[in-house]
């Protein structure tokens, strides 16, 4: 049985992985997977905890998550076609228009 | 997770079978297809090499090895080197999943009976017949003009190894008579064979998981080819095979609702045995029968999974060249050719296990021996076959759709038609019909 | 059947659901199908189930089906529930059989309009409120379908929404309506407040309990305004004649046979309440005379053949009053009953005539139709005859057997006398205006144009089969109620009596919810209503049978005064925009004006502070994602350092 | 020991597959190693117990979510698109940070010792015993995501359509 501690720390890496990608990449695409990348580890967070207590709460999150990041994938991934054909890039310092 | 000698033994045994079959698969298929169509289109087909052109598929194998291997400047070189392995992954790993035959508990001695004498003893005859008629035929046609000396000598192997094994199988015989029962080696006596490699509780969803990464190979291939006929291929074959996985998926999901659980052998377990219909025809409890229309989208889905026309938008050879491997050449476009038929064996098999009964010989109960096991493997293959032919017959038969067809069919027909199977059997299950 | 009462609404429920949802698409015969099937579905049901409870309680009990409770909280809730008792009975035979009578009428009627599957969606939906309103256990759910039926009522009338003047009157319908409403749901407070229930068994017991006096003298007012509001009596009579905007079979079903008499039905139902406070049926029958009086004189002067039909319901809805008012509740069931028959057939009549018109609806241009729309014709005149008292039709029993009650009423002795005279006048005047009604549109010659004249044409079966059976029922309806004077020596009952008697509950200390009628007024009555019915049929028969409008004219001529008051409805319509629109208007503005600019300017300012604050904090706002993601990461890590 | 074994392989695989998807400038290569690093994790949540979770998370990220996300990333043809070092400061704070993170997070883990609760319980995680879970005490938020995909598919759809209300206001409908 591998202690739970581990898998939490394998999470925490990616984590920052994932924040290190989403702060300092600039391809919209690049960031995206870097959140999914986040997505997956808080996953692997949920189910160790389920786990270790023993009970099913946390794999029905991660369901959920899933489904939420399947729904995102499908947005958001529609609003970069729609973006690319505005703007002809992805790149998300570009987007920049939302502001004072 | 412990194992011990027959332990991995027996799962050698088994991988062994299942990797000799889907391996098996491409160089049979290979001349099925050729010869099928040759068939179809009244036309002889490959017969130089070997009778019936027979060991077509290993001349084939020589060439592709024997090709030079091109890499296109501008590809990716690693995806580009890296996509035919990523193909056969999934054609290969899927078969572990499936269960084969019915299992049997290994006896612990072999006893000699009449029927294995009698198989022996006709093998043997027959064994010489056939070397005797290799012979003659390699003489026959050896003599006319263009036959070739490669033809001539592998007719002769053949036809003198088939000679020389009739006197081994007839000493056997002998021996085993004399002897009377042979005491099972390496401690497998008394053990249970279930023939799948892997008989885990998630069994389909790990098939589909696995099957779902096939199109990566694809993918890869297409984009690192640098190629935009290549591109165009890998966009279309992904575009394809996420759309069609939904509907093959949820037309699978009523099989599970009857066997309620995953397990693949719980399921054929499930449908072996009969139910009577208007209490006067006795049918195989297969799932076929309840579940028709999940059967034909399940199957005209399995078209699109694979690749093959109608559904080969991956590489219509008319609009895109060759599609996502365009640019490969040898080996790795054997590859990729072995792969797209080890992927249409597994799911022929998956086929036959969901819908078929997967080994279950209808209307006879199998005893759990080794003539059962024998049997019920039988069964599984022909059922397989049965799939794997249809997948030639349809190639040469049907045309390719239209690509906005291809999608208006996978999302508006056969996706609706599937959920409708569901409503169907969550109907039936508390009905009791199923 | 009698634990699934439910449903009988939910038949033509089902049928608003098919309709609504998917009826533009299904087309017509589909949407004929389902909203006539489902309409004669609940009637067979409805009856069935009558059926079932007249073989399993034999002394008219109360049914009570409860589907499950709605709400409790408190100690105070209800239930989803729904009753059968003998008076439910009545109502649901009528709503049932004359609503899908209607429903197969409208087939014909409605077949060339554009909204044929929105118009039967509403009138299923009406169907299954009016079924839930009278098969409802208790005053909220009644309620229920109470607002239901206004809400449906509102929608038909507003049917042909293209127009001005539809929507205004659907619009002044469910205001004037609400007025009502709000009344009923005071009413119910009370009854919540008091009796801690708003089931109907629950709240006769209590107000047993509690004995007459202030309160329920003021749970009485307070619903007999809802009354007026739903059942169009003065003051709040304003909205039905408006609500003849809407197509001509809805006018028959919801604005005579049906939904207006739920005030009737509630004050019957409610009748223990009542008989406990006499100021409150003194109210009842006084409202219910003078309206019946007041329209039945508006009538006299409207050329538009709904309008006069319109007056007309107004006017005999004020006779049911009057029976409530009096005591006499099985009166005022009954002409409720054979109200429903005649002024439906009457209704379809008046259809049956604008279809043939093509749209027409001034008697002045009409006439002579008589031989050109036989059918319509013979129905319309057998309606007339009805409504007019003539004696042996159906509205001549209920009719001289509520005029009778209110001269013998024990009550209110003095007042009842009056009652009665105002009763009898109106009763003339009703026998006036619809012979006057009758004879301008069948006799006489054709007044419109050559290309209506070649138009002409009687109606589909759809539409005239309805008719004969209205008009027989309005011919022979009268049976179910044959007056003692007669019924004694002819050794027929008084049937409907009998049957309401379980309603009335006897009650110590109360009077009994009916009371016999002394021979002596009773023939006093009979006789009057005869000669009176007689009298205006000559007199309208002198006036108008041959001469046209000529008639008309001369009054008009004659009396200037009286016939522009009568023409003009005594200037009601113009009397409420001068004394409650007007000033309600200007008070709306001047509240819009100033409280609009205190707490308009209140609001600027607060965010004109916020807008300042906003110019200082948007330097952080860049407008690039990265920045905001950095900011939010060292947020997180800066919270769990401090945090954690 | 085994178990052990494996554990360290996925996860290095993990970790360097995921370090690939952020480093990489190629998008096409990054979504393959993150399909790799998913794949890891899958077998994770089989070490976990949870091979359910397992098969999910390969059919649903692997199977669906990035064959997306190499659709759209083929699509636009964005394999070759140049992303120059901007905004340093913005670079450097963003590493900064993530650093930081990292650091807070496994620093707490470690101290934090609420992992040693004295041994996992009974954990059961078969499709039945999931499928019990969502169908009766998980219900309501599974209907709500039944109707969040259905708005998903609605905004894709609209996002992604060519004639958009938008362009076509854009073009003065000259299209």
Redesign the interface.
């Known amino acids: 049985m591998i202690p739970t501690s581990w898998f939490l720390i394998l999470g925490a890496i990616l984590f920052s992985l994932g924040v290190l990608g989403v702060l300092t990449r600039r391809n919209g695409i690049t960031i995206f997977m870097s959140i999914e990348l986040m997505v997956n580890a808080v996953n692997l967070t949920f189910i160790a905890y389920a786990r270790e207590l023993g009970s099913l709460h946390g794999l029905m999150w991660v369901f959920f998550i899933m489904a939420v990041a399947a729904a995102e994938a499908a947005v958001g991934l529609a609003i970069f076609i729609a973006l690319y054909r505005h703007r002809e890039t992805i790149d998300v310092d570009e987007a920049n228009l939302m502001h004072w | 997770m412990s194992f011990d000698t027959p332990d991995i033994l027996l799962n050698l045994i088994k991988i062994g079978i299942v990797l000799g079959l889907i391996l098996n698969v491409t160089p049979i298929m290979v001349w099925v297809e050729r010869r099928g169509s040759a068939l179809i289109q009244d036309r002889p087909g490959p017969n130089r090499i070997g009778p019936l052109g027979l060991i077509q598929a290993m001349a084939d194998a020589a060439k592709f090895i024997l090709k030079e291997d091109l890499v296109p400047a501008q590809a990716h070189k690693v995806l580009y080197n890296l996509a035919p392995m990523f193909g056969l992954i999934p054609a290969v790993t899927t078969c572990a999943a499936i269960p084969f035959a019915r299992g049997f508990t290994i006896p612990d001695a072999f006893t000699y009976n009449g029927v294995i004498g009698a198989l022996l003893v006709a093998g043997a005859v027959a064994n010489f017949l056939f070397g005797v008629i290799a012979l003659r035929v390699t003489a026959h046609f050896g003599a006319k003009p263009g036959a070739t000396r490669f033809n001539q000598w592998i007719g002769k192997i053949v036809g003198v190894a088939l000679i020389a094994t009739a006197p081994v199988l007839f000493g056997l015989f002998a021996w085993f008579r004399s002897v009377g029962s042979v005491a099972m080696p390496l401690g497998l006596g008394g053990r249970y064979f279930e023939p799948i490699i892997a008989d885990v509780s998630i069994g389909i969803l790990l098939i589909f998981a696995l099957s779902s990464l096939g199109v990566y190979g694809l993918a890869t291939a297409g984009w690192a080819s640098a190629n935009k006929f290549s591109m165009i291929g890998a966009v279309r074959a992904s575009a394809q095979m996420i759309s069609y996985e939904l509907a093959l998926t949820l037309s699978a999901v009523g099989v599970l609702m009857s066997a309620g659980t995953l397990q693949l052998t719980e399921v054929v377990y499930r449908q072996s045995g009969t139910f009577v219909l208007f209490d006067m025809i006795p049918l195989p409890a297969w799932n076929v029968f309840p579940m028709f229309v999940g059967f034909i989208v399940f199957w005209v889905a399995s078209f699109a999974e694979t690749n093959r026309l109608p559904f080969d938008f991956a590489e219509a050879e008319a609009e895109i060249v060759a599609g996502y491997h365009t640019e490969y050449s040898s080996m790795k476009f054997a590859l990729f050719f072995m792969a797209e038929y080890m992927a249409m064996g597994t799911i022929s098999a998956l086929m036959a296990t969901l819908f078929l009964g997967g080994w279950d010989v209808p209307y006879w109960n199998e005893p759990a021996t080794f003539v059962g096991f024998l049997a019920s493997f039988g069964a599984f293959l022909a059922k397989t076959t049965f799939f794997l032919m249809v997948f030639v017959w349809v190639r040469w038969t049907v045309p390719r759709l239209k690509y906005d067809l291809l999608m208006k069919l996978g999302w508006k027909v056969f996706l609706p038609l599937a959920l409708l199977n569901m409503v169907i059997v969550a109907i039936l299950i508390p009905l009791g019909w199923i | 059947m009698l634990d699934k009462l439910a449903l009988i609404p939910l038949m033509p429920f089902l049928g608003f659901l098919l309709n609504g949802l998917f009826g533009r698409r299904l087309g017509k015969t589909f949407v004929s199908i389902v909203g006539v099937g489902t309409a004669f579905a609940s009637a067979i049901l409805g009856s069935y189930a009558t059926w079932e409870y007249v073989h399993t309680f034999h002394d008219g009990e109360r049914h009570v089906d409860v589907v499950y409770q709605w709400f409790l909280s408190g100690g105070v809730g209800t239930d989803i529930a729904f009753q059968l008792d003998p008076l439910s009975i009545v109502m649901l035979m009528v709503v049932t059989w004359v609503g899908s009578l209607i429903h197969l009428y409208s087939v014909g009627y409605m077949h060339e309009e554009d909204g044929y599957f929105r118009y039967f969606s509403y009138l299923n939906l009406f169907l299954a409120m009016m079924l839930i309103l009278i098969l409802g256990s208790s005053y909220l759910f009644a309620f229920v379908g109470w607002e239901g039926v206004g809400l449906c009522s509102y929608l038909l009338i507003g049917y042909y929404y293209q127009t001005d003047f539809a929507p205004a009157a659907g619009k002044k319908a469910f205001v004037v309506n609400r007025i009502g409403d709000f009344g009923f749901l005071l009413a119910m407070f009370l009854m919540f407040m008091a009796f801690g229930s708003v089931d109907f068994g629950a709240v006769e017991k209590g107000a047993i309990g509690v004995g007459p006096g202030a309160l329920v003298t003021g749970i009485c007012v307070l619903m007999f305004v809802g009354a007026c509001g739903k059942s169009a009596q003065m003051p709040l009579y304003v909205w039905l004649p408006d609500a003849m905007a809407g197509p001509t079979p809805v006018s028959a079903l919801i604005h005579a046979a049906t939904m207006v008499t739920a005030g009737v039905y509630l004050v019957v139902r409610s009748n223990v309440l009542f008989r406990m406070s006499p100021t409150a049926m003194a109210i009842v029958a006084f409202i219910g005379a003078l309206t019946a009086l007041f329209a039945a004189t508006i009538g006299v002067a409207q050329n538009d053949i709904k309008k006069v039909l319109a007056y007309s319901t107004v006017s005999q809805l004020g006779f049911m009053f009057i029976a409530a008012g009096v005591g006499a509740y099985v009166a005022a069931i009954f002409h409720l009953v054979t109200h429903a028959f005649f002024k439906a057939c009457l209704f379809l009549g008046s259809g049956s005539v604008i279809h043939a018109m093509g749209g027409e609806q001034d008697i002045r241009k009409m006439g002579g139709l008589r031989k050109h729309i036989p059918v319509t014709h013979w129905t319309f005149a057998i309606a007339t005859f009805a409504i007019a008292g003539f004696p042996l039709a159906a509205g001549f029993f209920s009719k001289d057997e509520i005029l009778a009650s209110a001269l013998a009423t024990p009550y209110f002795a003095s007042l009842g006398k009056v009652v009665w005279a105002m009763g009898t006048v109106a009763a003339l005047f009703t026998a006036f205006y619809m012979y006057r009604l009758y004879y301008l549109t069948f006799a006489g010659e054709f007044r419109g144009t050559h290309e209506q004249e070649h138009h002409l044409h009687e109606s589909p079966k759809t539409m005239t089969i309805p008719l004969i059976v209205l008009a027989s029922l309005s011919a022979v309806g009268g049976l179910i109620g044959i007056p003692h004077l007669l019924g004694h020596s002819l050794h027929i009952p008084h049937v409907l009596e009998h049957w309401l008697e379980p309603v009335l509950t006897k009650v110590a200390g109360l009077r009994d919810g009916a009371f016999a009628v002394a021979e002596q007024p009773e023939i006093i009555v009979m006789a009057g209503s005869t000669i009176l019915a007689l009298a205006g049929w000559w007199f309208a028969k002198s006036k108008y049978a041959t001469r046209g409008t000529a008639a008309d004219e001369a009054f008009h001529e004659n009396m200037p005064g009286l016939a522009s008051t009568w023409e003009n409805k005594y200037w009601v319509d113009e009397l409420y925009d001068a004394i409650v629109v007007k000033p309600l208007h200007g008070f709306s503005t001047i509240c819009w004006k100033v409280f609009d600019a205190i707490i308009d300017g209140l609001l600027s300012l607060a965010a004109y502070f916020i807008a300042a604050l906003g110019d200082i904090i948007r330097f952080f706002q860049t407008g690039n994602v990265r920045n905001y993601a950095l900011m939010l990461f060292l947020g997180v890590v800066v919270f769990i350092w401090v945090y954690v | 020991m085994?178990?052990?074994l494996i554990?360290f392989t996925f996860?290095a695989i993990?970790?360097i597959f995921?370090?690939i998807?952020?480093i990489h400038r190629?998008?096409?290569?990054?979504?393959?190693a993150?399909?790799v690093?998913?794949?890891s994790?899958?077998v994770?949540?089989v070490?976990?117990?949870?091979?359910?979770?397992?098969?999910?998370?390969?059919?649903?990220?692997?199977?669906?979510?990035m064959?997306?996300?190499?659709?759209?990333?083929?699509?636009?043809n964005?394999?070759h698109?140049e992303?120059p070092i901007?905004?340093p400061i913005?670079?450097f704070?963003?590493?900064t940070?993530?650093?930081?993170?990292?650091i807070?997070?496994?620093y707490?883990?470690?101290k934090?010792a609420v992992?040693h609760?004295g041994g996992?319980?009974?954990?059961?995680?078969?499709?039945?015993?999931?499928g019990v879970?969502?169908f009766e005490?998980?219900i309501f938020?599974?209907e709500a995501?039944s109707i969040?995909?259905l708005?998903?598919?609605v905004?894709?759809?609209i996002?992604?359509q060519?004639t958009?209300a938008i362009?076509e206001a854009k073009d003065g409908g000259a299209r």
Do not use: K
């Open positions: 085994f178990e052990y554990f996860a993990a970790v995921s370090a998807v952020v190629n998008p096409v290569v990054s979504a393959l993150l399909v690093s998913f794949f994790l899958a994770m949540y070490l976990l117990d949870a091979p359910f979770m397992a098969a999910l998370q390969v059919i649903v990220y692997a199977g669906a979510i064959v997306l996300f190499l659709f759209v990333i083929m699509l636009l964005l394999a698109t992303e901007t905004r913005q670079q704070l963003g590493i940070a993530a650093a930081s993170f990292a807070t997070i496994i707490y883990l470690c934090a992992l609760t996992p319980a009974e954990f059961v995680s078969d499709a039945r015993a999931i879970s969502m005490a998980y938020p599974f995501v969040l995909l708005a998903a598919i905004g894709a759809l996002l992604s060519r958009s362009t």
